[in-house]
């Protein structure tokens, strides 16, 4: 059974898989038709999917058992898991009464996990499959659970977020095992542990070739893996399962083709031409669920035409029954002959930071001497940069595809990117570019659709800075084309751990004592915890001390990047997602407003051929996208709403919004800010309007004043929000694992998203 048999079930059950989406709409511009092609040194055989021709393959091989099931069958999905579910605070009528009997509370799955099914899934509690509604309201003492016809989602009664609930869902088998495709691959992406890659499909016993005209490169780098996933059937019901693989040898093979050279067309190959193994590797049971790599040295075939081969073989028994073997990579390496054609681009994104707290922004003096220097010597300085949001999830999505938060509709916690929003990273891959992405987890998971467009995306520790690994491509020089690099960090997010070196001698009540959500936040949140002024100053501090040790680290990445770059021409972007309020506002963290604290975010770019300088033309996030691609040679979508900031200002005022889940929205125009929130009592809605010039720090509400300006800065959020609708398919459905679901709590968020 080939790994695309299983995807047309795990897609329809929204079940986080390796298997996620298939990856085509970004492939280089090279990418080839004809039966050869010519490999430079950082050429990708995924983007020659097309011209892959099959040797072997897919194996359609079943256990007796599967292969003789036809009609609809019963698929029981995996337990919903605490994480899956959020408690309801609006309760519906028709569960007031169970919730009385009951005495627990309404629950409600993240996702849905009954859409699109050929007929009505069961409710199975503690293993025991149930019938409707009324008979799974009896499945266990104190729990109740429903499905949620029109929309997929579980409903549930219980004290506790359940657990022990799964759903069997009838299933075609036919749509489940369908005949084997015997096209080339699509690429996609699977993710195992905390990488995710671009790959093909190439199930045991499977083969795949490439022919070859000229080999310019003298290796080829490449990570394979076997996704341990099958099915066993049990009880007429079918479960998935693990261990019925038992392994995948890899290789590739080398036949050459003197018939493809420019100087012999349509020459046969020679009589007796064989094929050569240039290397090979069993992958065994415990390898399973992670990426294997290896660099193939080609150098004896450099210069020469010849057919590349990958094969998949079964393992030691020959059974390759849900052998799902995948390859990756497949980047031919070798010594480059010319520098990229286009600069490389490395956009560092360091999640929570303060505008305020760079020097350069004159802001607490002696945080960051490292970047501040930088910034003066080879940056230009963005002196007035707001995000779209004021945490992680949107404002990170609006930073890379360019669209504001009402339009790419991630403004939740159960939503993530749609696949078929143009991400930077597949703008960049699409024009030639290698792809590379380091994120600190949490909200920046693949989970949340990040991944997208990029060849390989590692999670590592939120609080690391361990980019160093991530800048090996470029020190090599093995590669002609340019790269990019997406680095993210949770370092000055909170938790704050405590640094006596930098608590200011304080010795209240807090002294000694890490600053995070449970013990400090939250409970300062819901007016549960007295912080009195030298408390307060503690609770900042702590987080002046990760922006201190953030300066240290960014700044030898910087140094580090410089030598590897070797007088290769990049562009380098230095931004936050959003900024971090410090009891302004009546408010401690981000996420719940918008004010300057939390929006305004620091811009540094560091153009290839630019000269540091300062501007104080009003920027946004949304302008990232735009400016990369301008700055490296691309053309700017004109309907992205974000500008170039290598380009003069336009002559129409700047318009920028910020958005939240709620409905409140704020404007920023011609030095004014306008806040619009909805009101649950009247509808009519609530205003604020701050004068940016005069009150920066938004202190003095001015609507009742200047109705005049409040109205001209209402049409001017009227006339953004029409002139960029909200795209289509804005805003699916993620599914939050246990681990993503524990890192986001410790990191503070999930509490009331």
């Not at 671009?198 to 080999?215: I, M, T």
């Not at 930071?353 to 004159?362: F, K, N, S, T």
């Not at 609006?398 to 339009?407: C, D, E, K």
């Amino acid at each position: 059974m080939t790994r695309a048999l299983a995807a047309p079930f795990l897609a329809l059950l929204l079940f986080a898989c390796g298997d996620r989406t298939t990856d085509d709409a970004a492939r280089d511009p090279s990418t080839a038709q004809d039966d050869a092609v010519v490999l430079a040194p950082g050429d990708g055989l995924l983007a020659y999917a097309a011209s892959l021709r099959r040797t072997a393959g897919p194996s359609r091989a079943l256990p007796d058992d599967l292969a003789a099931l036809s009609g609809s069958v019963w698929v029981r999905t995996p337990e919903l898991r605490p994480g899956d579910w959020a408690p309801v605070q609006t309760v519906p009528p028709e569960w007031r009464a169970a919730l009385e009997q009951l005495g627990g509370r309404l629950w409600r799955t993240r996702s849905p996990v009954a859409a699109a099914t050929n007929g009505s899934p069961r409710v199975v509690v503690d293993g025991v499959a149930l019938g409707g509604t009324e008979t799974a309201r009896a499945g266990r003492s104190g729990l109740s659970v429903s499905v949620e016809s029109t929309s997929g989602f579980l409903l549930a009664a219980s004290d506790a977020a359940p657990t022990g609930v799964a759903l069997d869902v009838p299933v075609d088998a036919a749509a489940l095992f369908p005949e084997p495709d015997a096209g080339p691959p699509v690429p996609h992406r699977v993710e195992f542990g905390d990488t995710t890659r671009r790959v093909l499909d190439l199930p045991a016993p499977g083969g795949l070739a490439l022919a070859v005209r000229r080999l310019d490169g003298d290796a080829l780098d490449v990570a394979v893996g076997v996704v341990d996933e099958g099915y066993r059937l049990g009880d007429g019901v079918l479960r998935r399962a693990q261990g019925v693989s038992d392994g995948v040898t890899f290789a590739l093979d080398v036949l050459p083709r003197p018939d493809l050279e420019r100087d012999a067309p349509g020459a046969p190959p020679p009589d007796g031409a064989s094929v050569v193994r240039a290397w090979s590797r069993f992958v065994a049971p415990d390898e399973f669920g992670r990426f294997v790599e290896a660099r193939v040295d080609l150098s004896r075939w450099t210069g020469r035409a010849v057919e590349l081969r990958l094969v998949s073989d079964p393992g030691p028994g020959g059974d390759p029954a849900f052998d799902h073997a995948v390859w990756g990579d497949l980047r031919v390496r070798g010594p480059r002959r010319a520098p990229p054609a286009r600069p490389h681009v490395v956009l560092i994104d360091v999640d929570t930071l303060r505008a305020d707290r760079l020097g350069v922004y004159d802001g607490h003096s002696g945080l960051t001497p490292r970047l501040d220097a930088w910034a003066r010597r080879e940056a230009l300085v963005v002196g007035d940069c707001t995000s779209t949001a004021s945490w992680t999830l949107p404002s990170t999505a609006s930073m890379l595809t360019g669209l504001a938060v009402h339009q790419h509709g991630v403004d939740r916690a159960t939503l993530a990117l749609s696949q078929d929003l143009p991400t930077l990273a597949a703008r960049l891959r699409t024009a030639g570019y290698e792809t590379r992405a380091v994120a600190g987890g949490g909200y920046l998971r693949p989970a949340f659709g990040f991944d997208a467009g990029f060849d390989v995306f590692t999670t590592v520790d939120p609080k690391d800075v361990a980019w160093s690994a991530a800048l090996a491509g470029l020190a090599e020089k093995r590669s002609e084309r340019p790269t990019f690099l997406f680095l993210h960090t949770y370092l000055v997010h909170a938790p704050y751990p405590h640094d006596a070196a930098f608590d200011g001698g304080y010795d209240g009540p807090l002294a000694g004592e890490d600053v995070d959500h449970p013990n400090v936040i939250d409970p300062w949140l819901a007016g549960e915890l007295e912080l009195d002024a030298s408390d307060r100053a503690y609770v900042a501090a702590m987080y002046d001390a990760l922006v201190r040790r953030m300066d240290a680290q960014v700044g030898a990445f910087l140094d580090e990047l410089e030598q590897a770059l070797a007088g290769d021409p990049c562009l380098v972007v230095f931004t936050s997602d959003h900024g971090e309020a410090f009891f302004e506002h009546d408010m401690l963290g981000h996420g719940a407003g918008l004010y300057a604290e939390q929006l305004r975010v620091p811009l540094l770019l560091r153009f290839p051929d630019g000269k540091p300088g300062r501007t104080e033309r009003p920027a946004s996030l949304l302008d990232v996208v735009p400016t990369v691609l301008d700055a490296v040679g691309l053309p700017v979508p004109p309907e992205l709403p974000g500008r170039s900031l290598k380009r003069p200002p336009r002559g129409t005022p700047r318009v920028r919004v910020a958005e939240m889940s709620d409905g409140t929205r704020t404007v920023q125009s011609e030095g004014a800010k306008l806040f619009e929130r909805p009101d649950a009592d009247d509808g009519a809605g609530r205003v604020e309007l701050y004068d940016l010039v005069d009150d920066p720090h938004e202190r003095r509400d001015l609507s009742a004043e200047d109705p005049d300006r409040v109205a001209a800065l209402r049409e001017r959020l009227q006339w953004f929000l029409s002139t960029h609708p909200p795209v289509a398919g804005a805003g699916t459905g993620s599914a939050l694992d246990d681990a993503v679901s524990d890192q986001l709590r410790a990191l503070g968020y999930l509490g009331d998203r």
